[in-house]
Protein backbone atom coordinates (compact mmCIF):
# COMPACT_ATOMS: atom_id res chain seq x y z
CA UNK A 1 0.00 0.00 0.00
CA UNK A 2 1.37 3.42 -1.12
CA UNK A 3 1.72 5.90 1.71
CA UNK A 4 1.10 9.66 1.09
CA UNK A 5 4.79 10.45 0.46
CA UNK A 6 4.86 7.89 -2.51
CA UNK A 7 1.89 9.43 -3.63
CA UNK A 8 3.24 13.33 -3.39
CA UNK A 9 1.06 14.51 -1.02
CA UNK A 10 1.83 15.51 2.36
CA UNK A 11 -0.36 13.90 5.39
CA UNK A 12 -3.18 15.97 6.78
CA UNK A 13 -2.13 17.18 9.82
CA UNK A 14 -4.64 18.92 12.23
CA UNK A 15 -3.57 22.11 14.51
CA UNK A 16 -5.70 22.01 18.03
CA UNK A 17 -5.91 25.23 19.93
CA UNK A 18 -6.80 23.71 22.64
CA UNK A 19 -8.48 26.14 25.26
CA UNK A 20 -9.92 26.96 28.15
CA UNK A 21 -13.00 28.53 28.34
CA UNK A 22 -16.60 28.22 26.70
CA UNK A 23 -19.65 30.32 25.30
CA UNK A 24 -17.30 32.77 23.77
CA UNK A 25 -18.95 36.11 22.85
CA UNK A 26 -20.22 35.79 19.27
CA UNK A 27 -17.29 38.56 18.08
CA UNK A 28 -14.49 35.80 19.65
CA UNK A 29 -17.10 32.80 17.45
CA UNK A 30 -17.06 35.11 14.17
CA UNK A 31 -13.03 36.10 14.15
CA UNK A 32 -12.08 32.51 14.74
CA UNK A 33 -14.66 30.78 12.15
CA UNK A 34 -13.21 33.69 9.57
CA UNK A 35 -9.10 32.25 9.77
CA UNK A 36 -10.00 28.94 10.48
CA UNK A 37 -12.37 28.38 7.69
CA UNK A 38 -9.49 29.58 5.22
CA UNK A 39 -7.21 26.97 6.24
CA UNK A 40 -6.86 24.02 3.84
CA UNK A 41 -7.97 20.87 4.44
CA UNK A 42 -4.65 19.40 4.97
CA UNK A 43 -4.10 21.69 8.21
CA UNK A 44 -7.15 22.09 9.21
CA UNK A 45 -7.83 23.94 12.01
CA UNK A 46 -9.84 22.44 15.47
CA UNK A 47 -10.71 24.15 18.09
CA UNK A 48 -10.82 22.24 21.82
CA UNK A 49 -12.87 24.08 24.13
CA UNK A 50 -11.94 23.43 27.63
CA UNK A 51 -14.39 23.50 30.81
CA UNK A 52 -12.94 26.53 32.96
CA UNK A 53 -12.41 25.29 37.02
CA UNK A 54 -15.05 27.10 38.88
CA UNK A 55 -13.11 28.63 41.84
CA UNK A 56 -14.88 29.19 45.06
CA UNK A 57 -13.87 31.60 48.11
CA UNK A 58 -11.55 28.82 48.99
CA UNK A 59 -9.55 27.61 46.42
CA UNK A 60 -6.41 28.44 44.86
CA UNK A 61 -5.44 29.76 41.53
CA UNK A 62 -3.21 26.68 41.91
CA UNK A 63 -5.98 24.71 42.14
CA UNK A 64 -7.76 25.52 39.49
CA UNK A 65 -4.15 25.44 37.15
CA UNK A 66 -3.56 22.01 38.36
CA UNK A 67 -7.62 21.44 37.19
CA UNK A 68 -7.61 22.82 34.26
CA UNK A 69 -4.08 21.49 33.28
CA UNK A 70 -5.29 17.85 33.36
CA UNK A 71 -8.51 18.70 31.38
CA UNK A 72 -5.84 19.87 28.85
CA UNK A 73 -3.77 16.99 29.11
CA UNK A 74 -6.40 14.40 28.39
CA UNK A 75 -7.59 16.74 25.03
CA UNK A 76 -4.26 16.31 23.76
CA UNK A 77 -4.70 14.02 20.35
CA UNK A 78 -2.36 10.74 20.41
CA UNK A 79 0.56 11.15 18.74
CA UNK A 80 0.30 15.27 18.27
CA UNK A 81 3.35 17.42 19.11
CA UNK A 82 2.65 20.30 21.70
CA UNK A 83 2.98 23.88 21.69
CA UNK A 84 2.46 25.48 25.23
CA UNK A 85 1.37 29.37 24.92
CA UNK A 86 2.67 30.77 27.95
CA UNK A 87 4.68 34.67 28.36
CA UNK A 88 8.05 33.02 29.46
CA UNK A 89 8.14 31.88 25.88
CA UNK A 90 10.11 32.84 23.05
CA UNK A 91 8.27 35.27 20.69
CA UNK A 92 8.16 34.13 17.11
CA UNK A 93 7.78 36.57 14.02
CA UNK A 94 5.50 35.39 11.39
CA UNK A 95 8.31 34.11 9.56
CA UNK A 96 9.73 32.24 12.28
CA UNK A 97 5.72 30.79 12.72
CA UNK A 98 6.18 30.07 9.23
CA UNK A 99 9.28 27.97 9.36
CA UNK A 100 7.60 25.72 12.27
CA UNK A 101 4.39 25.45 10.42
CA UNK A 102 6.42 23.99 7.70
CA UNK A 103 7.66 21.58 10.30
CA UNK A 104 4.59 20.66 11.82
CA UNK A 105 3.35 19.65 8.53
CA UNK A 106 6.44 18.18 7.52
CA UNK A 107 6.65 15.61 10.34
CA UNK A 108 3.00 14.50 9.45
CA UNK A 109 1.78 14.17 12.99
CA UNK A 110 -0.63 17.14 14.71
CA UNK A 111 0.26 19.81 16.95
CA UNK A 112 -1.50 20.89 19.35
CA UNK A 113 -1.49 24.51 20.89
CA UNK A 114 -2.06 24.52 24.50
CA UNK A 115 -4.11 28.16 26.06
CA UNK A 116 -4.52 28.42 29.83
CA UNK A 117 -7.16 30.24 31.95
CA UNK A 118 -6.66 33.32 33.61
CA UNK A 119 -4.37 31.85 36.20
CA UNK A 120 -2.31 30.24 33.18
CA UNK A 121 -1.14 26.87 32.54
CA UNK A 122 -0.22 24.47 35.19
CA UNK A 123 3.34 23.01 35.62
CA UNK A 124 2.53 19.75 33.83
CA UNK A 125 1.31 21.20 30.72
CA UNK A 126 4.68 23.27 30.39
CA UNK A 127 6.65 19.74 31.12
CA UNK A 128 4.63 17.96 28.33
CA UNK A 129 5.55 20.54 25.33
CA UNK A 130 8.43 20.21 23.13
CA UNK A 131 7.96 24.29 22.21
CA UNK A 132 7.17 27.44 24.33
CA UNK A 133 5.81 30.26 22.34
CA UNK A 134 5.11 33.63 23.68
CA UNK A 135 2.28 35.78 21.14
CA UNK A 136 3.49 38.94 23.13
CA UNK A 137 5.08 40.10 26.32
CA UNK A 138 1.62 42.42 26.81
CA UNK A 139 -1.26 40.48 28.31
CA UNK A 140 -4.24 39.48 25.98
CA UNK A 141 -7.98 38.53 26.91
CA UNK A 142 -7.94 34.75 26.24
CA UNK A 143 -10.60 34.97 24.22
CA UNK A 144 -9.08 36.99 21.89
CA UNK A 145 -5.84 34.55 22.34
CA UNK A 146 -7.68 32.26 19.45
CA UNK A 147 -8.71 34.82 16.96
CA UNK A 148 -4.49 35.74 16.95
CA UNK A 149 -3.72 31.92 16.90
CA UNK A 150 -6.22 31.29 13.88
CA UNK A 151 -5.30 35.03 11.82
CA UNK A 152 -1.58 34.18 12.67
CA UNK A 153 -1.17 30.55 11.57
CA UNK A 154 -3.32 31.30 8.47
CA UNK A 155 -0.96 34.03 7.90
CA UNK A 156 2.52 31.72 8.00
CA UNK A 157 0.33 29.16 6.27
CA UNK A 158 -0.32 32.43 2.97
CA UNK A 159 3.59 32.89 3.44
CA UNK A 160 4.56 29.69 3.07
CA UNK A 161 2.53 29.81 -0.43
CA UNK A 162 3.68 33.23 -1.42
CA UNK A 163 -0.03 33.86 -1.08
CA UNK A 164 0.21 38.05 -1.11
CA UNK A 165 -2.32 37.72 2.38
CA UNK A 166 0.99 38.34 4.12
CA UNK A 167 3.29 41.53 3.15
CA UNK A 168 5.92 41.94 5.41
CA UNK A 169 7.96 44.96 5.91
Known amino acids: MANHFSEGKRP ?3 IHIIS ?14 EY ?18 RRGRSTSAEQA ?18 TVLDVLGQSWSTERLAGHLTGWL ?3 CDRALLVGGP ?12 QCW ?17 EQ ?3 AWTLNQGHPYHRGG
Request: charged letters at 30%; a positive charge.
Open 12 to 14: EVR
Open 20 to 33: VGRRMPGWVEDGYA
Open 36 to 53: AKRMPHECALNLIEIEPF
Open 65 to 82: REEEGRRILKAIPKGAGV
Open 106 to 108: GAG
Open 119 to 130: DGLARECLDRAD
Open 134 to 150: SLSALTFPHPLVRVVLA
Open 153 to 155: IYR
